[in-house]
C-alpha cells in the first residue's frame, strides 16, 4: 500500500535524522577509536603494574595475586569512566543522567536482568538436557543400589549442596569468574567504549564487530600463560587462544547488541556472568542424540526471539529526543518503518 505524500516526507525525515544521527558524529571518530584502544591496553596493562612499575614484592598466596589483581581491574574501570565522561557530550553535572549514559540505571532492572538471561538460556538448551540427562543416570544408580528417597537422604543431598555452595562462594576463582571480571569488563567494554563510538558516528552493526575486536585485545595476555602450560609448544597454544578468542568475538558481539538495544549495563552483565557459569554451550553427546536436537530448537527459538525480547520499549519509558549514545531510539524506528 503506497504512503500518502505528507507520510512519505515524514517517513524521509526520520531516515534523513537516523542517517545523520550515525554519520555527524559529536566525537570524532579518531578520539572514539584512540580512546578505545587505551582504554583496552590499560585494562590488562595495569594487572602488571603492581610488580613492573611498583615494584611491589611477588602476593605470597594465590589468593593474594587474585585480590591485586581484582584492585588493578576496578581502578582500572573506574578511570575508563571518568576518561569517557570528559570525552562525551553530557550536558550535566547529575550523577543519575551521567551513570544512565553508560547503562548504570535503576528503572527496568527486572527486564533488563529477567530477558536477556532467558534469552541466553536458550542457547544452552542442549547443556541443560545433557545435565538432566546426567541427574537421572545418578538418580536410577542411586536407587538400584538399594537407595530410597527418604527424609535423610533428602537431607544429606540438602548437606552436600550446602558444602558445595559454601566451598563454591568462598573460592577466589568465583569472585574473579563471576563478579570482578564480568563487572570490570563490561563497564570498560561496553559501557565505556559503545557511547564513545556510537556518539563518533560509527554505523550500529560497527559497533557491534569494533567492541569485541577491543575485547580479545585484554585476553591476549592469556597467550603466555597457555603458552607456559603447554610446555612451550606454540602451536597448542595457538589452537587454545584461537578458540578463546574466537569465543569471546561472538560473545562481545552479542553483549554489545544486548547494551545498545536495551541501553542498560545489566543485560550483558547477566549474559555475561550466565556464559561464564556454563561454559561453551554443548552441541552433541554420544549419550543421546536428542542433545544435539535440543540444541537446535533452542538456538532456533534464539533467533526467533533475539528481536523482540531486546525491544527497546521493554527497557526505556521514553524512546524520542535521544542523544547520541542511545542508539536504540533509530534502532527501533528502522526495524518499524517496514511494518508501517
Not at 42 to 67: C, D, K
Not at 79 to 99: W, Y
Not at 123 to 132: P, V
Amino acid at each position: 500500500m503506497p504512503f500518502p505524500p505528507f507520510a512519505s516526507l515524514g517517513l524521509l525525515q526520520l531516515q534523513q535524522q537516523s542517517s545523520a544521527m550515525e554519520q555527524d558524529g559529536v566525537v570524532s571518530k579518531p578520539v572514539a577509536l584512540i580512546a578505545c584502544i587505551a582504554m583496552a591496553l590499560f585494562y590488562v596493562a595495569i594487572l602488571y603494574a603492581p610488580t613492573v612499575l611498583l615494584r611491589l614484592p611477588s602476593p605470597s598466596s594465590f589468593q593474594t595475586y587474585m585480590i591485586r589483581r581484582f584492585l588493578c581491574a576496578v581502578v582500572s574501570s573506574i578511570l575508563s569512566l571518568f576518561l569517557s565522561a570528559l570525552i562525551l557530550p553530557v550536558q550535566t553535572k547529575e550523577l543519575r543522567h551521567i551513570f544512565g549514559v553508560f547503562g548504570i540505571r535503576r528503572d527496568h532492572i527486572w527486564q533488563a536482568a529477567v530477558f536477556p538471561l532467558c534469552l541466553t538460556s536458550l542457547m544452552y538448551a542442549g547443556s541443560m538436557f545433557l545435565k538432566c540427562l546426567l541427574l537421572l543416570a545418578s538418580w536410577r544408580q542411586h536407587t538400584s543400589s538399594g537407595g530410597a528417597l527418604s527424609f535423610d537422604s533428602c537431607k544429606c543431598a540438602l548437606q552436600r549442596f550446602l558444602d558445595w555452595l559454601s566451598d563454591f562462594s568462598s573460592n577466589v576463582l568465583t569472585w574473579r569468574n563471576y563478579v570482578v571480571a564480568p563487572l570490570t569488563e563490561e563497564l570498560v567494554f561496553r559501557a565505556c567504549m559503545i557511547p564513545l563510538l556510537m556518539c563518533g558516528g560509527f554505523e550500529t552493526y560497527s559497533v557491534i564487530l569494533l567492541c569485541p575486536i577491543f575485547f580479545s585485545l585484554a585476553h591476549l595476555n592469556h597467550f603466555v600463560e597457555i603458552y607456559t602450560k603447554q610446555n612451550y609448544r606454540i602451536m597448542k597454544a595457538a589452537m587454545i587462544i584461537g578458540l578463546q578468542l574466537g569465543y569471546t568475538v561472538v560473545f562481545g558481539s552479542y553483549a554489545s547488541f544486548l547494551f545498545i538495544r536495551t541501553g542498560h549495563l545489566i543485560a550483558p552483565l547477566v549474559a555475561h556472568i550466565y556464559c561464564n557459569f556454563m561454559g561453551l554451550p554443548v552441541l552433541h553427546s554420544p549419550r543421546s542424540g536428542i542433545v544435539s536436537v535440543t540444541f537446535i530448537i533452542g538456538f532456533l527459538g534464539f533467533l526467533w526471539l533475539l528481536f523482540p525480547m531486546t525491544g527497546p520499549d521493554l527497557y526505556n519509558d521514553r524512546i524520542d529526543n535521544c542523544s547520541c549514545w542511545q542508539r536504540y531510539c533509530t534502532w527501533r524506528e528502522r526495524i518499524r518503518m517496514p511494518q508501517m
